[in-house]
T-cell receptor
Framework: EPEVTQTPSHQVTQMGQEVILRCVPI?????FYWYRQILGQKVEFLVS????????KSEIFDDQFSVERPDGSNFTLKIRSTKLEDSAMYFC??????????FGSGTQLSVL | GIQVEQSPPDLILQEGANSTLRCNFS?????LQWFHQNPWGQLINLFY???GTKQNGRLSATTVATERYSLLYISSSQTTDSGVYFC????????FGKGTRLSVIA
């Protein structure tokens, strides 16, 4: 069964460093998303991406965040200068024509 | 934006018991999904159910879109059912509720 793949599963970084989280969406999907979940809290929407551009973003997705689809298979989330409060589980998701979303297993980001 | 409320927030069950989890939402939606977040943090798709009723083994779900709620039924619960159950609704984008934390004890 096709699945969304995320790497790395865990990432530890120092405050102020840049991190790139990687995702390989399901191959025939057109819509891509990043969500995050701070420990013990609900899953929050960050950004959606369609047709090589951002279609929607939340207030959380400020100038330190960016997304890219560098090739036909990968979808990345970059955090330019990490802060302590960026520590969270980051989930990538994909869907076909707006319908069921499928999530990856997440990247646990720890900012020290 | 759309509001999603789940109840109860916490639930403890004896193995073998049945339960009903509820999700209320404040506006009409194009998509409603139920997820199980397991102890490893993975979000497992349970149902894509913007309306109607679906069943998958011991789990079933019903969404009454006109009344803006959805129910998730778990029958004959097992310890592996433990985790957090999220309802998520889409009014572009998919918005999650706070979840129901289920603990099934042997």
């Amino acid at each position: 069964e096709p699945e969304v793949t995320q790497t790395p599963s865990h990432q530890v970084t120092q405050m102020g460093q840049e991190v790139i989280l990687r995702c390989v969406p399901i191959s025939n999907h057109l819509y891509f998303y990043w969500y995050r979940q701070i420990l013990g809290q609900k899953v929050e929407f960050l950004v959606s991406f369609y047709n090589n551009e951002i279609s929607e973003k939340s207030e959380i997705f400020d100038d330190q965040f960016s997304v890219e689809r560098p090739d036909g298979s990968n979808f990345t989330l970059k955090i330019r200068s990490t802060k302590l409060e960026d520590s969270a589980m980051y989930f990538c998701a994909s869907s076909g024509w707006p319908e069921e979303l499928f999530f990856g297993s997440g990247t646990q980001l720890s900012v020290l | 934006g759309i509001q999603v409320e789940q109840s109860p927030p916490d639930l403890i069950l004896q193995e073998g018991a049945n339960s009903t989890l509820r999700c209320n939402f404040s506006d009409s939606v194009n998509n409603l999904q139920w997820f199980h977040q397991n102890p490893w943090g993975q979000l497992i798709n349970l149902f894509y159910i913007p309306s109607g009723t679906k069943q998958n083994g011991r789990l079933s779900a019903t969404t009454v879109a006109t009344e803006r709620y959805s129910l998730l039924y778990i029958s004959s619960s097992q310890t592996t059912d433990s985790g957090v159950y999220f309802c998520a609704v889409e009014s572009a984008p998919l918005v999650f509720g706070k979840g129901t934390r289920l603990s099934v004890i042997a």
